[in-house]
């Protein structure tokens, strides 16, 4: 589905920038899922120390916040083009660094990054490649880029198509490229990024890439 940046910006203003924090206390799906989601990283993160760290589509924080819990010892920077989200993010989780802007045009120097981690994001843009250099271009050349989102798996297409139409409807159509997990690696390649590693959470209905220059 082709978007402008006109209808997207209709979409994100219909989200509540604490969206995933309520969510996760108040729907035992959405904890479930999002508790499913950190448990993964927690896994593929144990062990490894990483000076910089950047969350690629923060929106309202909740994300960047389990990072800096994963990872104390890190600066860790949250970037979304949602200000509404990144003036709530800003506020509530003081010690991390939020900036405003738009992944196809990250003003970040290069090579910045240990880890750049972006979950759940690169269906919603209007361009992935372009954000996939993107990130590339902020990662470090010994970094690290953890790419993850839907897996296109039929349960989830079910779940989803459900959960728009219920209590998930500021999310209806947010979603441009419904990729399965060979579309978005033969794109991850085409991108010069090589597959170190690609696992499954949640299921079988997320797609995790841990990806390398």
Same mark, same amino acid.
């Not at 923060?58 to 949250?78: D, E, H, V």
């Not at 949602?82 to 990250?106: E, P, R, V």
């Given at each position: 589905?082709?978007?402008?940046?006109?209808?997207?910006?209709k979409i994100w203003n219909q989200v509540p920038p604490d969206y995933y924090e309520k969510g996760v206390q108040n729907n035992f799906?959405?904890?479930?899922?999002?508790?499913?989601?950190?448990?993964?990283?927690? !896994?593929?993160?144990?062990? /490894?120390?990483?000076?910089?760290?950047?969350?690629?589509?923060?929106?309202?924080?909740?994300?960047?916040?389990?990072?800096?819990?994963?990872?104390?010892?890190? !600066?860790?920077?949250?970037?979304?083009?949602?200000? $509404?989200?990144?003036?709530?993010?800003?506020?509530?989780?003081?010690?991390?660094?939020?900036?405003?802007?738009?992944?196809?045009?990250?003003?970040?120097?290069? /090579?910045?990054?240990?880890?750049?981690?972006?979950?759940?994001?690169?269906e919603h843009v209007i361009t992935p490649q372009k954000v996939l250099q993107g990130l590339k271009q902020i990662t470090k050349n010994?970094?690290?880029?953890?790419?993850?989102?839907?897996?296109?798996?039929?349960?989830?297409?079910?779940?989803? @198509?459900?959960?728009?139409?219920? !209590?998930?409807?500021?999310?209806?159509?947010?979603?441009?490229?419904?990729?399965?997990?060979?579309?978005?690696? $033969?794109?991850?390649?085409?991108?010069?990024?090589?597959?170190?590693? /690609?696992? @499954?959470?949640?299921?079988?209905?997320?797609?995790?890439?841990?990806?390398?220059?």
């Open positions: 589905m082709r978007k402008d940046s006109s209808s997207l910006i799906l959405q904890r479930l899922w999002h508790n499913q989601k950190i448990s993964t990283l927690k !896994k593929i993160l144990n062990g /490894k120390e990483f000076k910089t760290v950047c969350d690629a589509g923060c929106a309202g924080g909740y994300m960047t916040g389990q990072l800096a819990g994963i990872l104390p010892k890190s !600066k860790i920077f949250g970037l979304d083009v949602y200000q $509404t989200a990144i003036n709530h993010a800003s506020k509530k989780y003081k010690k991390i660094k939020f900036i405003c802007c738009d992944l196809h045009q990250i003003p970040i120097k290069s /090579k910045f990054f240990d880890l750049v981690v972006c979950y759940e994001t690169i010994d970094g690290t880029i953890i790419l993850a989102m839907d897996s296109g798996h039929p349960l989830f297409r079910i779940a989803w @198509f459900i959960w728009e139409r219920t !209590k998930g409807s500021v999310w209806r159509n947010a979603h441009l490229h419904p990729f399965n997990p060979r579309q978005l690696e $033969t794109i991850i390649k085409k991108e010069g990024l090589k597959v170190e590693k /690609k696992l @499954f959470s949640n299921f079988g209905m997320e797609v995790v890439f841990i990806l390398k220059k």
